[in-house]
């Protein structure tokens, strides 16, 4: 799986949101996306995602331009979640999990064994194995995300586009939802590139690190060499340093609060 | 459909037989009473193909026909009001609430007025109408409104408040021209379009269910090709794309449909306002979670409603009988506000 974009710009009226956008993702490889707010991330992975059309470059999956392939075809592709999506009212977590399989099951046939493997495997892969009955709305924020991200991986897709997975929860459910990524990357090979506003959750699960700013990618390399940049405080425009608490951990940021600093 | 067996904590497996039952019931009521009494022993006979004169006129001529038309338009306002609730992701729509009815009650009103009044200005009954191009003419009218609204809401993005609100909108618009035309027709014929308007099924022949029935074969065979997009299609736009939909195309497919479903009944039986709000709302509270079940609930709900209905309104006015546009208007207000409290 080869999955990239290159030059790749939306704008939104004369508004630029994205600007010259590079990267790529590998098999199996995490990458995290971060910025300020309005740095461009939803829009960077709703268009890699092909939701909106780029007004300049393009994005590719194995050779081929996304923006000539249908949604079907994309989708056996890119499964991607945005920020807090809503489900219809009254509707179950095995039904929400089953509209994963769309894009795989003919409009005149119906669902194969291949299916209902595929949505067994992600129910069981998020924990929601009990849950099928269930409906969304009883759900707790975290099992509501799970059954969302289930829904992604009965897509089959290898390429997983993940906006926010970890916003609203709470620090439990943000670790569960981040054990699950990294394990679908490392046990399925899925390649992940989520948008994230925790820079130390980003530093220790993701492979690569990608900081946008005002659209434009203002870095992109390995947690260790994000550390050493220096681009954090002045991107967020916060103070604060990398400390080392673990030998073997990624770095961890540690910021300073200003009212600390005026005491 | 495996999801309604598994469930034994909840009465949701028995709605859908029991609603059928209630079908039946309803069909056998509306044929069994009506203004003119008729002996049960003579009915079952005009059933059995040897009954009197009398009550073979009544029956096979009179009742049959207009119980049939009037399940057929139940099916399509409920199916109609269906498929526009969910892929507007909104409560409140309905054929008549997004402009369509009034797209084809203008359409039909003004095909009236070119067809009757210029070539025959003496004819004053709807039976005499040239009823044959109605469900069609009515189905151009509602495919045209169904168009504008969907170029409004299209122009940027399709939010359901967006999509809504440019419905009422057009469907003032349409409404006003309909009726001021319908006005200044004199007054002979005002009367029975002033009838046709309210939703009628007063004088229905086989005729006009024969029209209606193409329509509604073809309604309802469309509709489980398009089961799995409608499905998606209640998510918003960018999860049911990234599901793989392709959201405009099954969008105006589903939005077409629900026009022709709709318009084509405003055509035979005018506008039967709420059955294709209330309906679906309806066969939602008793399928709750289990999705598959709706559609088959909206069905059976759509033909009981119009057929109890339509027999509340020839009872209670007796010969002067009461419209059942009027009559769904009267009992789905109530129904309405219930289901309203009761949604977050």
């Known amino acids: 799986m080869a999955f990239s974009c290159s030059r ?133 924020g975290g099992e509501r995300q799970r059954a969302w991200i289930s829904a992604a991986l009965a897509q089959e897709a290898q390429i997983l586009l993940l906006d926010e997975p970890t916003s609203y929860l709470d620090i439990g459910y943000q670790i569960e939802v981040l054990d699950l990524v990294h394990r679908l990357s490392r ?58 608490i673990a030998p073997h951990a990624p770095p961890h940021f540690d910021v300073e609060l200003a009212r600390w600093g005026q005491a | 459909m495996t999801d309604a067996l598994r469930d034994r904590g909840h009465a949701a ?42 009550a073979r006129s009544i029956i096979m001529d009179i009742r049959l026909p207009r119980i049939v038309t009037g399940i057929l338009a139940g099916i399509h306002f409920a199916v109609a009001g269906l498929i526009l609730q969910q892929i507007t992701r909104n409560r ?29 200005p003496g004819s004053n009954t709807l039976a005499e109408l040239p009823l044959e191009w109605m469900p069609a003419i009515g189905m151009v009218g509602g495919l045209a409104a169904g168009g504008v609204i969907y170029a409004l809401a299209l122009h940027r993005d399709l939010g359901p408040l967006r999509i809504t609100i440019c419905g009422i909108a057009v469907g003032a618009v ?37 029209f209606l029935l193409p329509f509604t074969i073809a309604g309802l065979a469309a509709l489980p090709l398009l089961s799995r997009p409608l499905d998606l299609l209640r998510f ?4 049911a794309r990234s599901f793989g939909l392709a959201y405009r195309r099954q969008f105006t497919l589903a939005l077409v449909l629900s026009c022709c479903l709709a318009a084509s009944a405003v055509g035979v039986v005018g506008p039967i306002i709420f059955v294709g709000l209330i309906v ?31 027999l509340t309104g020839r009872l209670l006015g007796q010969a002067e009988e009461i419209p059942i546009g009027v009559v769904t208007a009267i009992c789905g207000v109530p129904v309405l506000i219930f289901l309203l409290r009761r949604t977050p």
């Open chain 1, 8 to 140: 790749l710009s939306v704008a939104y009226g004369s508004r630029k949101a994205l600007n010259d956008f590079n990267i790529s993702l590998g098999a199996g490889e995490i990458r995290a996306l971060i910025g300020p707010n309005g740095s461009g991330k939803s829009t960077a992975l709703q268009a890699l995602a092909g939701l909106i059309a780029p007004t300049e470059g393009m994005v590719e999956i194995d050779g081929k331009v996304i923006g000539s392939m249908s949604r079907r075809d994309i989708a056996r592709h890119i499964a991607f979640l945005p920020q807090q999506p809503a489900a219809p009212d009254e509707m179950t977590v095995g039904q929400l999990v089953r509209q994963g399989r769309f894009a795989h099951v003919g409009l005149f046939k119906s669902y194969g064994p291949k299916d209902e493997e595929a949505i067994d495997w992600a129910l069981e892969s998020t924990g929601l194995a009990d849950f099928t009955d269930r409906s969304l709305k009883e759900l707790s």
């Open chain 2, 280 to 310: 679906p709302h309806l066969a939602r509270f008793m399928a709750r979670r289990h999705h598959s079940l709706v559609l088959p609930l909206t069905i059976a709900l759509g033909a009981i409603v119009v057929t109890l209905g339509d």
């Open chain 2, 174 to 210: 349409l409404h006003a021209p309909a009726i001021s035309l319908i006005a200044g027709w004199g007054s002979a014929r005002i009367e029975i379009l002033l009838e046709w308007l309210s939703g009628s099924l007063y004088a229905r022949s086989w005729k006009h269910a024969v």
């Open chain 2, 13 to 54: 497996g028995w709605f859908l037989p029991a609603t059928i039952v209630l079908a039946l019931v309803s069909l056998v009521l509306a044929v069994f009473i009506g203004v003119v009494d008729i002996p049960p022993s003579d009915i079952l006979a005009t059933l059995a193909g040897h009954g009197s004169p009398e």
């Open chain 1, 187 to 244: 046990e399925k090979k899925v390649g992940i590139i989520m948008a994230i506003h925790d820079i130390n959750q980003a530093m220790s699960v993701c492979d690569h690190i990608t900081v946008l700013q005002q659209g434009t990618l203002a870095f992109d390399g390995d947690p260790a060499a994000l550390a050493e940049s220096g681009l954090i405080e002045q991107v967020f425009r916060v103070k604060g340093r990398f400390v080392q």
């Open chain 2, 92 to 120: 409140l729509a309905d054929p008549s609430i997004m402009g369509i009815s009034q797209g084809a009650t203008l359409a039909v009103a003004l095909f009236l007025l070119l067809t009757v009044y210029i070539h025959d």
């Open chain 2, 236 to 239: 918003e736009a960018p999860v």
